[in-house]
């Protein structure tokens, strides 16, 4: 246990030393690794969403779900699985990517945000501590997606085949693709590196069962430090890179890809938490399930999709300006659909 303890520490600065390096090496400021962002910016590469400020295919995104299945294969913990409410999870992975956009940013890129000084992630942070607790509340009433079941293999295998379907599209091109020419989607890391730190982090995410929303939640239901040791561990690893590379600016005010508005920031990862803590993790830890062959992380991978085109789409998703015409009312609706789930799911309930 203190071996894995240590790994998971190790795992903690490696990822947020990279993640903070990656905007050095051209992804947008404080936005080194954000999985919600990244899943976005594929999105509308792939025409699902016509923000043309957000159309990359991040390569960062087939590695981190590569390097999680390469080490699944390697450790024999790839099983291939799922039937665990697919339709809920699906919704539930929408509405978190609803919140994220309306933040800005994943509970990776929060810590990562705070870790470049901008203090607008105080703001999140606190969102997704809350949500964590709202689901904590339902997981305590008995609130449970159901039991999974072992499927065929090739459907486990699905979700690394799709990624590495994307990773051939981003070396060649084709013309059907989006592109960015400005904004956070033309800023980013060559292919190769952006791919190997992806590899890295898969790698490592899927060694320790990383999670920015489960370690919360782990620290406030059962006081087990390990999950949250890999989120202090990202932040140290975050700040100090950032230090030694002058990336650090404190404060509220022209922070890149974000906005001031306290109120929906918080509010955005309340939602964000508590559909994290409904579907059993962050962005992160779903590409990760995802990669070892479960089907339901993959569907709310697809939840994840189809919440970055509605949040683009149907002006929900923030910009630097502030909360979008529709983004407050998308919360706030999000947030009464996942307690109503949280609540009727649950033996209490029945």
């Known amino acids: 246990m203190k071996n894995q303890q240590y790994l998971m520490i190790g795992a903690g600065l490696v990822f947020g030393s990279l993640a903070a390096y990656m905007t050095k090496l051209g992804n947008p400021g404080n936005m080194g690794i954000c999985v919600a962002c990244f899943y976005r910016d594929i999105t509308g590469a ?3 969403h016509r923000a043309e400020v957000v159309q990359y295919l991040r390569p960062e995104i087939m590695g981190l779900c590569l390097g999680a299945f390469v080490a699944a294969l390697s450790f024999g913990e790839f099983r291939a699985r799922g039937g665990s409410n697919p339709l809920v999870r699906f919704i539930l992975g929408m509405f978190v990517m609803i919140g994220a956009l309306v933040f800005l940013g994943c509970p990776v890129r929060a810590v990562l945000r705070l870790a470049g000084g901008d203090l ?27 039991r999974t079941n072992s499927t065929y293999s090739i459907a486990g295998y699905l979700m690394p085949l799709i990624m590495a379907g994307l990773l051939i599209f981003a070396m060649v091109q084709p013309q059907f693709l989006f592109n960015s020419e400005s904004g956070p989607g033309s800023m980013h890391a060559s292919l190769a590196i952006a791919l190997v730190v992806g590899l890295i982090i898969g790698f490592l995410a899927q060694k320790t069962r990383m999670c920015f929303v489960g370690g919360w939640r782990d620290l406030s239901l059962v006081k087990d430090f390990y999950l949250f040791s890999g989120i202090a561990a990202f932040f140290v690893g975050a700040l100090l890179v950032n230090l030694l590379t002058g990336a650090v600016n404190v404060g509220f005010e022209g922070q890149p890809v974000a906005h001031t508005n306290a109120l929906w920031n918080f509010m955005g990862m309340v939602l964000c938490g508590l559909g994290c803590t409904l579907m059993g993790g962050c962005p992160l830890r779903q590409t990760v399930l995802a990669a070892e062959g479960d089907t339901d992380a993959g569907i709310s991978i697809l939840g994840l999709i189809a919440g970055a085109a509605v949040s683009h789409n149907w ?9 979008n015409l529709f983004g407050p009312t998308a919360v706030i609706i999000g947030l009464i659909i996942l307690c109503s789930i949280g609540y009727l799911m649950s033996e209490q309930a029945a």
Do not use: D, H, Q
């Open 46 to 48: 792939l025409g699902l």
């Open 120 to 146: 607008n992630a105080l703001y999140a942070i606190a969102g997704i501590i809350v949500g964590a607790l709202i689901g904590i509340y339902f997981l305590k009433r008995g609130f449970n997606l159901g």
């Open 315 to 323: 002006l929900i998703a923030s910009s630097a300006n502030g909360p």
